[in-house]
């Protein structure tokens, strides 16, 4: 599997978690490695990408100020800190990666490697 997630579980309100993506393979390679999530009835959404090389960031305004994501090249795994969690964090998040030019990281179109998703339980 080229990018396994893990990290999720049951927080309260206000908690933080730290989720963690290991890449291998395919994903190794991507320019881009992305966090998306999905919750229940809604469409995968954007929240959070970073460049492999230059350690850029991009976040959805939702999650701006409250998450942070990072990588450690030597462990080829990404990560999204998740500080203040709110109940509409609630989600399966998921880790991507893709090689598409900057202006299409938000997409998740634009991914073609993806892991299985890892649950976030926010209660209020």
């Known amino acids: 599997v080229p990018l396994q997630a893990s990290g999720g579980g049951l927080v309260q309100a206000g908690g933080f978690l730290r989720l963690s993506c290991a890449a291998s393979?395919?994903?190794?390679?991507?320019?881009?490695i992305g966090w998306f999530r999905q919750a229940p009835g809604k469409e995968r959404e954007f929240v959070a990408a970073?460049?492999?090389?230059?350690?850029?960031?991009y976040y959805a305004d939702s999650v701006k100020g409250r998450f942070t994501i990072s990588r450690d090249n030597a462990k080829n795994t990404l990560y999204l800190q998740m500080n203040s969690l709110k109940p509409e964090d609630t989600a399966l998040y998921y880790c991507?990666?893709?090689?598409?030019?900057?202006?299409?990281?938000?997409?998740?179109?634009?991914?073609?490697?993806w892991g299985q998703g890892t649950l976030v339980t926010v209660s209020s």
């Open positions: 991507a990666g893709t090689n598409a030019v900057l202006s299409a990281i938000r997409a998740k179109e634009a991914y073609t490697v």
């Open positions: 393979g395919p994903s190794f390679s991507s320019r881009t």
């Open positions: 970073i460049r492999w090389s230059s350690r850029h960031t």
